[in-house]
């Protein structure tokens, strides 16, 4: 699989530049997120690490956002199943 690196910024202003696994745009195109890995590997057969963050808009400059609330976790679980099925 070909590199795929983007430079992602948090709400805190701070840039990292990371490896793009997948993006996900939850049923009614409200939400989207990031499905991104940092390179990093955990447990005893080196399994990356996935993270998920919601992308957000505001008056012209996207960053991304924590996932809080456990109602969006889900949907976003449902999200990956979803892929994972295909």
Do not use: F
Not at 28 to 34: H, M, S
Not at 53 to 73: A, G, L, Q
């Amino acid at each position: 699989m070909e590199d795929r690196k983007v430079i992602i910024q948090g709400n805190d202003g701070v840039k990292t530049e990371v490896e793009l696994v997948t993006y996900l745009i939850n049923d009614n195109n409200k939400k989207t997120y990031l499905v991104y890995s940092k390179g990093e590997k955990t447990g005893a057969e080196d399994d990356e690490i996935i993270y998920v963050s919601r992308i957000v808009r505001e008056d012209n400059v996207i960053y991304i956002d924590e996932i809080t609330d456990d109602n969006e976790w889900i949907e976003v679980q449902n999200l990956l199943k979803e892929i994972a099925n295909e």
